[in-house]
């Protein structure tokens, strides 16, 4: 049945407040500005969740690849044979062998730990869009003339006081024969280049180099530690490291990025899923905040409920009534809400900045966090969810109080007026 004018504008009229029943009103619109807040909060907070998620996840992957394959032990030498297979598989852009090894850097009287890893420079570029300071390393046309370069960390070079143009010895733990028995071996590299990825674990514990120079200094002679692939795609990631396992021999050992942050990444699904249904609490106690409100609006309008009653206002009409106060408030408040969620969260990243720089605090700190700015990623589909369970749980609220208005007996509530 459609609803009447007068039920619309009798709906109207018992939200706004007159002399004596302001207090009901209030109630009622500040459950509306409760609802508001607390959709705001939650779009904010899932456009963060969002944001922190894929910002971490192209952090790993602008450094890391998407499948990696290794073979039986720590380096093998069939690594040739393997790469002419997996060049072969669907959405492979690129697949590149590489050698990965811990070391302890040495500069004056600072060291640290770290870890070398050689790339295959002729083909690997990824790391040159991070480089802040100096240059890329420079493709092994002389091997002599610039085999022993390298390119470091912003904090790793911070902790070490050095800068573009220094030497920093490299200790490997492959211990290496001298006169004076086994000792590790050690080798001067320059620095040619200094990279911010933003995602502070590499930034403080990584040093590039060419994959010969790495060879080298721990006389693998033409081993290598395994072969990454780069894909068009990195969602088809666990459906190519299917395909390269069924590809190669049952030694090597392959992987993708999704099972190697499995546990990260479910840690924050979880995280987000958890702090969502926290903050739809709020939507909830300003939900009850209505029904109380509507509640107290019946008591309050007996009489004049009964008066409608008596001239022919049908029990559905007195539903309708309440039901569209409880639409109107919850509606509003569910508007406002993602109208302030949505801007706030375009403009967040501006906002937070405006306040660390007035405010002389850092709200993310690299060394502390994976990343070290605040960003926000809007879901549309996780907001439409928001607004229609807000909506639905609005009405539903709404038909209580709607129903006790419904049975008011008008006899009783006129009898002594």
Known sequence: ??????????????????????????????????????VMTLIVVMSVMNGVASDIRDKILGFSSHVEIQGPGDTFTQWHEWLDIVKTLPHVQRALPYISTQTLANYGHRSAGAILKGIDINNDTTIDSFISKGTFLTPSGD???HLFEAVIGKDLARKLAINVGDSVRLLSPA?????????????????????????????????????????????????VTGIELHLDNRDQA??????????????AWVTD????????????????????????????????????????????????????????????SIIRIFLLMGIILSTLGTLTGTIAGIVLSANLEDIVAWIEKVSHTTFLSGDVYFIDHVSA?????????VIGMSLF??????????????KIPPAEALRYE
């Open 393 to 406: 749980m609005g009405i539903i609220a709404t038909l209580y109080p709607a129903w006790r208005a419904a």
């Open 377 to 385: 990623i809007m879901d549309f589909s996780s907001i439409a969810i």
């Open 143 to 145: 091997q002599n003339q």
């Open 175 to 223: 211990a290496g024969i001298s006169p004076m028995g086994a000792s590790p071996r050690m080798r001067a590299f320059k620095i040619v280049g200094i990279f911010n990825s933003g995602f502070y674990e590499y930034d403080v514990g990584l040093i590039l180099t060419s994959m010969q120079a790495v060879q080298r200094l721990n006389r693998l002679g033409d081993e």
């Open 1 to 38: 049945m459609l609803i009447q004018k007068f039920e619309l504008l009798l709906a109207r009229r018992y939200l706004h407040s007159k002399r004596g029943e302001r207090f009901a009103s209030l109630v009622g619109w500040s459950s509306a500005v409760g609802m508001a807040i607390g």
């Open 257 to 316: 990025w999704q099972h190697r942050h499995q546990s990260f990444f479910q840690a924050l699904k979880m995280e987000r899923t958890a702090m969502s249904i926290i903050l739809f609490l709020i939507v909830v106690v300003a939900i009850f905040n209505m029904v109380s409100s509507l509640v107290m609006v019946v008591m309050e309008k007996r009489k004049e409920i009964a008066i409608l009653k008596t001239i022919g206002a049908s029990h559905a």
């Open 238 to 251: 666990t459906e190519i490291a299917k395909l390269a396992r069924d590809s190669l021999p049952l030694s």
